[in-house]
C-alpha cells in the first residue's frame, strides 16, 4: 500500500526559505522509473506543478520557479524535500507530494497536504 | 511551456445527467493526457491516464478520449459522489494542469 505525507512549516515570513519533506511508505525511490514529485494549490485556485525527481536522481523544475527550488531525497529514509528560497505571500498554499510510478504514466498516488501560510 | 484550457469553468447538472468536459492543450501532448477528480479539502484523484485509461478501481461512468491537442472527459450518469472540482493535466513535456471545472448541484 502506497501512502505519502508531507511536513512541515504552516507559517513562514516573507523572504524566508522554506523545506517541506515528503515521508513515502509503500514503495522504493531506487527502484527503475519511479518518481516523486510535487505540486501545490493556493486557496481556492487550481493545481500547479513544482519538481519533480527521478529514481536515477535526475531533476525536472517548473521553468517559473527553477531559480528557488531544490528537491532532493534521501532513499534510506524513504524521503523526498523541497526547499523554496526566498518566498513571499503569493507562494501561501497547500503542497502535496505525489508518486509517479513510471515516465509514461503520471502521479497515481498523493499525500494528503500541508498548507503553507506565507505572511509577517 | 504548453497551456491547458478547460471549458467550463463551471457546470450545473443533476443525477443522472451525462456531463462532458472539455480541455485544450496549446500544442499537440499525443494521448499524454490525465484527469482528476478533487473534493473540498482533499487531495486529487486520478480518474483517467493516457487520455483513455481508466485507473484502477474508478467507475465504469467516467470515460475519456481525445488526442492531439483537444480532450474530453465524459461522466455517463452522474452520481451524487461525483459533484467536485475536475482537472486535466498533460505530461508530454513537465507537467501543467488546467484551471479545472467545477461540478454543482443544479
Known amino acids: 500500500q502506497i501512502t505519502l505525507k508531507e511536513s512541515g512549516p504552516t507559517l513562514v515570513k516573507p523572504t524566508q526559505t522554506l523545506t517541506l519533506t515528503c515521508t513515502f511508505s509503500?514503495?522504493?525511490?531506487?527502484?527503475?522509473?519511479?518518481?516523486v514529485g510535487w505540486i501545490r494549490q493556493p486557496p481556492g485556485k487550481a493545481l500547479e506543478w513544482l519538481a519533480l525527481?527521478?529514481?536515477?536522481?535526475?531533476?525536472r523544475y517548473s521553468p517559473s520557479l527553477k531559480s528557488r527550488l531544490t528537491i532532493t531525497k534521501d532513499t534510506s529514509k524513504n524521503q523526498v524535500v523541497l526547499t523554496m528560497i526566498n518566498v513571499d505571500p503569493v507562494d501561501t498554499a497547500t503542497y502535496y507530494c505525489?508518486?509517479?510510478?513510471?515516465?509514461?504514466?503520471?502521479?497515481?498516488?498523493w499525500g494528503q497536504g500541508t498548507l503553507v501560510t506565507v505572511s509577517s | 511551456d504548453i497551456q491547458m484550457t478547460q471549458s467550463p469553468s463551471t457546470l450545473s447538472a443533476s443525477v443522472g445527467d451525462r456531463v462532458t468536459i472539455t480541455c485544450r492543450a496549446s500544442?499537440?501532448?499525443?494521448?499524454?493526457l490525465a484527469w482528476y477528480q478533487q473534493k473540498p479539502g482533499k487531495a486529487p484523484k486520478l480518474l483517467i491516464y493516457?487520455?483513455?485509461s481508466l485507473e484502477s478501481g474508478v467507475p465504469s461512468r467516467f470515460s475519456g478520449s481525445g488526442s492531439g491537442t483537444e480532450f474530453t472527459l465524459t461522466i455517463s450518469s452522474l452520481q451524487p459522489d461525483d459533484f467536485a472540482t475536475y482537472y486535466c493535466?498533460?505530461?508530454?513535456?513537465?507537467?501543467?494542469f488546467g484551471q479545472g471545472t467545477k461540478v454543482e448541484i443544479k
Open positions: 509503500g514503495f522504493s525511490l531506487s527502484t527503475s522509473g519511479v518518481n
Open positions: 493516457k487520455a483513455s
Open positions: 500544442q499537440s501532448i499525443s494521448s499524454w
Open positions: 505525489a508518486h509517479r510510478p513510471t515516465s509514461g504514466h503520471t502521479f497515481d498516488y
Open positions: 525527481i527521478y529514481w536515477d536522481d535526475d531533476k
Open positions: 493535466q498533460q505530461y508530454n513535456s513537465l507537467w501543467t
